[in-house]
């Protein structure tokens, strides 16, 4: 949770214009839609002129107690850009009749280490803020807390965001407003798994672990949380989810149980609920559980993986699904990766792509019958790490392709032996073998024994994967080597036999004349 350093400077019994919500950073030209939330917390009207923001004073404006009035830096469309304050949160006539004050003011917000001066000269709020998110606002837990990011994506410009709200909902017994946050946030928790194989508590992509999927508007889910029956609380928060924890419409959030924190499901029975300060958005029961089996809901039924898997095999498209990882998940190491494609409609890009991100190369697979399903076996080598150029902790396995993709997320381990040379070479990166393409033309039979034939199929393969220039140039040495020894021992061996029958002049040797042309022996009267 991203927070601002808020200074407040009050003067006794002065209660004043208090800075409520800011939009630092609008998805859109910031000149047309940056934006800052004031309210009177005074119990008498007071008028803006009063007061100087980061410098420059004020419109003209009576603010009544407990109004809230918007500052904006431009109202109405006066560019025809297409931007501006009325379009993103009117109903875009160009005409302000919304039902709270907006007025332009001369101001503007750094999306970076920026500050926002509010005074009269007697009453000072200045707040310090580092970074900013695009789209999403700063926004007040309560009139005299600090600022988090709105959870509600473009913010909410003119009433109480949902903390404020909330907090008046003891105070004023408001049943419309609690209807009314209720329609603008929409989560639905829509797979969990309460048994899965081994350690309930594990560290991730292992343990127990919720999906949520967000059916409304875009919003930030951190300080939203899960409970169980006992009260336990799981907070989601970036360093356990899969996903973004700001999420669209449509999109999934994987939430992993945090070993800090007392939240467990039960294997027999238990209920699961989303909250976020006390109010209910989803919640959903079990009576049991099978281990390493989810529960997903499918048309607002809930049923199990291998059911669901029964009910979908006929309406089913091309997907990609990493279904094991093999190896230790160490740097400097092989892993096997189990694929399944089902290759259903021919498309005319037909690749498939794995790779882990940032830490191996990349296989690329070419699919090429359609209605065919894939069981693979590939190795993926995770880099060397001696020189610390990665990060020890969570990587995502990355199958695209064919229209679809699939990843898994899994913890590597500095565990790698750096032993280096004499002239300080490492001797584990001449020793690296790198598949950098495969083509498969014909799929692989479902394999009986997964862990065992699966890897000897790809270790005992005699095909050669990779051959280096410089093995090449040795074996091209070694064989002319070979060559030149056999052509020395033949000349050594045809010498000793002529040294040995030189001076062995019989019949055979031919003629007298043929002796003496050839070499050069005198025998007897010779004339030329």
Request: glycine share 4%; charged share 25%.
């Given at each position: ?197 081994g350690v309930d508590n594990d560290k991730p992509p292992n343990g127990e672990w919720i999906k ?79 281990e390493g089996i989810s529960w997903k809901k499918i048309n607002n039924s809930w049923i199990s ?224």
């Amino acid at each position: 949770m991203k927070k601002l350093i808020l200074i407040l400077l009050l003067i006794p019994e002065v209660s004043a214009l208090i800075v409520t919500e800011f939009m630092p950073n609008p998805e859109g030209p910031d000149e047309d839609l940056e934006w800052i939330e004031l309210y009177n917390s005074y119990n008498n009207s007071m008028n803006l002129q009063d007061f100087y923001l980061n410098g420059k004073i004020l419109p003209n404006l009576q603010v009544n107690p407990k109004e809230t009035v918007v500052l904006v830096r431009q109202l109405l469309d006066k560019d025809n850009d297409s931007f501006s304050f009325e379009k993103q949160y009117g109903n875009q006539d160009n005409i302000w009749n919304e039902n709270f004050t907006a007025i332009e003011s001369s101001f503007s917000l750094s999306n970076t280490n920026g500050a926002i001066n509010l005074t009269n000269l007697t009453y000072t709020e200045l707040i310090h803020y580092d970074t900013s998110t695009e789209g999403f606002s700063f926004v007040k837990e309560s009139l005299n807390g600090s600022f988090t990011i709105s959870v509600i994506k473009n913010g909410e410009p003119g009433k109480f965001n949902i903390l404020s709200i909330e907090k008046n909902l003891t105070e004023n017994n408001s049943t419309n407003e609690t209807q009314q946050i209720n329609q603008s946030i929409k989560l639905e928790i829509i797979e969990f798994m309460p048994n899965p194989k081994g350690v309930d508590n594990d560290k991730p992509p292992n343990g127990e672990w919720i999906k949520i999927k967000n059916l409304g508007d875009p919003l930030n889910l951190e300080n939203f949380y899960l409970e169980d029956n006992s009260n336990g609380k799981l907070f989601i928060t970036s360093s356990n989810i899969d996903g973004n924890i700001f999420l669209n419409t449509n999109e999934i959030l994987k939430v992993y149980r945090n070993t800090l924190e007392d939240f467990s499901l039960n294997n027999n029975a238990d209920t699961i609920k989303l909250k976020y300060n006390n109010t209910l958005f989803d919640s959903v029961s079990y009576t049991s559980s099978l281990e390493g089996i989810s529960w997903k809901k499918i048309n607002n039924s809930w049923i199990s993986e291998e059911e669901k898997e029964f009910q979908e095999e006929k309406e089913t498209e091309n997907y990609i699904k990493i279904e094991k990882v093999y190896g230790k998940i160490n740097f400097d190491n092989t892993l096997y990766i189990k694929l399944n494609i089902y290759y259903k409609e021919e498309l005319d890009d037909n690749d498939v792509v794995l790779y882990i991100e940032n830490i191996t190369d990349k296989i690329k697979l070419q699919l090429y019958s359609e209605n065919i399903n894939y069981s693979l076996l590939l190795p993926l080598k995770i880099k060397s790490n001696c020189d610390n150029e990665f990060n020890e902790g969570n990587y995502f396995i990355i199958a695209s392709g064919i229209s679809t993709y699939d990843k898994k997320r899994i913890f590597v381990e500095s565990n790698e032996k750096c032993d280096l040379g004499l002239s300080g070479i490492n001797l584990k990166e001449s020793k690296s073998i790198i598949v950098t393409e495969t083509t498969i033309t014909k799929p692989i039979e479902e394999l009986k024994n997964p862990v065992l034939k699966e890897k000897e199929n790809v270790i005992n393969t005699k095909e050669t994967l990779y051959t280096s220039k410089e093995s090449q140039i040795q074996s091209y040495a070694l064989i002319l080597f070979v060559a030149l020894l056999i052509l020395i021992t033949g000349a050594l061996i045809y010498g000793r036999w002529e040294n040995t029958h030189k001076d062995n002049i019989g019949s055979s040797w031919g003629s007298e004349r043929t002796r003496r042309k050839n070499y050069g022996y005198d025998f007897g009267e010779y004339k030329k």
